[in-house]
């Protein structure tokens, strides 16, 4: 059983910015050397597109925020494009002498449903774009037809592994339809052309949950072990382990880890971004509606 311990809520926008309204989602940690993190986040704007920010942490202090950058590092793509409605940055992967793949998922509006993603890819070399591919690495194919979303991928040597959101369909209801997805697995030897065998790495636990989301994959000595978002009226998050990372059992019970009497987090605990510094180890999550209310930070005892 784990056991997390809650330190508190880092970041929220207080809507003063015009790209910044609302919302601080999918937080992701990027070590910048000592005890600094730069933890990026995506925020909506009055229109609610979002964008992907970031700002830094002392892990010592993280409770106090700093730097926090109002001018996005992903803003959202060209008219017409699979990310013209919001690019929130997922992963941020090894690129070797290339530099890092900072995965997104891009976001388009729709008319029969409310939203179609597809994983795009963003090259960065010392903090900076030097390119970013204009159309999705993942997408909606012959076998996935409905959406792929934001995904976690690890560099193992020369193969480069995925684990990402798919969608199996959607519902028709009232006021809008409601959409069906877990996670599959997919490999690739560059990180941006993917093989997908159809690999189920998580699925459904059961009728009512209808939406698993934001992997985050650590690969230990004896295993590998992920921490997802799993809802049907509010979202938890879920834990699973494995000896090869395609094959997997849920142990959402392990988690250890409840939301609040009352603040931030008191209704959801969302997109869990687990890692690790220093022999200790540290999970960044989303609270209430899904990142409105900002996120914060655990570390496990």
């Known amino acids: 059983m784990q056991s997390w311990e809650k330190i508190g809520l880092i970041f929220c926008p207080d809507g003063r910015h015009p790209l910044m309204r609302s919302h601080a989602t999918l937080p992701i940690a990027e070590a910048i050397g000592g005890d600094l993190y730069k933890i990026y986040f995506s925020s909506r704007d009055e229109n609610n597109r979002s964008r992907t920010f970031n700002l830094v942490i002392d892990?010592?202090?993280?409770?106090?925020?700093?730097?926090?950058?109002?001018?996005?590092?992903?803003?959202?793509?060209?008219?017409?494009?699979?990310?013209?409605?919001?690019?929130?940055?997922?992963?941020?992967?090894?690129?070797?002498?290339?530099?890092?793949?900072?995965?997104?998922?891009?976001?388009?509006?729709?008319?029969?449903?409310?939203?179609?993603?597809?994983?795009?890819?963003?090259?960065?070399?010392?903090?900076?774009?030097?390119?970013?591919?204009?159309?999705?690495?993942?997408?909606?194919?012959?076998s996935e037809p409905h959406f792929v979303g934001a995904a976690c991928i690890l560099r193992e040597g020369d193969l480069y592994r995925c684990w990402y959101l798919s969608c199996v369909g959607w519902e028709p209801r009232e006021p809008r339809p409601v959409h069906r997805y877990h996670l599959k697995y997919a490999e690739s030897a560059d990180g941006l052309t993917w093989r997908r065998d159809g690999i189920v790495a998580i699925d459904f636990a059961n009728p009512g949950e209808f939406a698993i989301a934001r992997p985050s994959v650590i690969r230990d000595a004896d295993r590998y072990r992920m921490w997802f978002s799993h809802r049907g009226d509010n979202y938890r998050i879920g834990y699973a382990e494995s000896d090869d990372g395609v094959g997997w059992t849920r142990m959402d019970g392990e988690v250890g880890l409840a939301v609040s009497r009352s603040g931030w987090d008191c209704d959801s605990l969302a997109y869990p971004y687990v890692f690790d510094h220093k022999g200790s180890r540290f999970m960044l999550y989303n609270g209430n509606e899904y990142g409105r209310s900002g996120f914060g930070l655990a570390v496990l005892r």
């Not at 509006?109 to 030097?130: K, Y």
């Open 59 to 142: 892990l010592n202090r993280p409770l106090q925020a700093m730097d926090v950058n109002v001018e996005p590092l992903l803003d959202i793509g060209e008219l017409g494009g699979f990310d013209d409605s919001g690019a929130m940055l997922s992963w941020i992967t090894d690129a070797g002498a290339l530099g890092k793949y900072f995965y997104y998922a891009g976001w388009n509006l729709g008319v029969t449903v409310p939203f179609r993603n597809a994983l795009g890819v963003a090259l960065v070399r010392d903090g900076h774009i030097v390119r970013r591919y204009r159309g999705p690495v993942l997408d909606r194919s012959m």
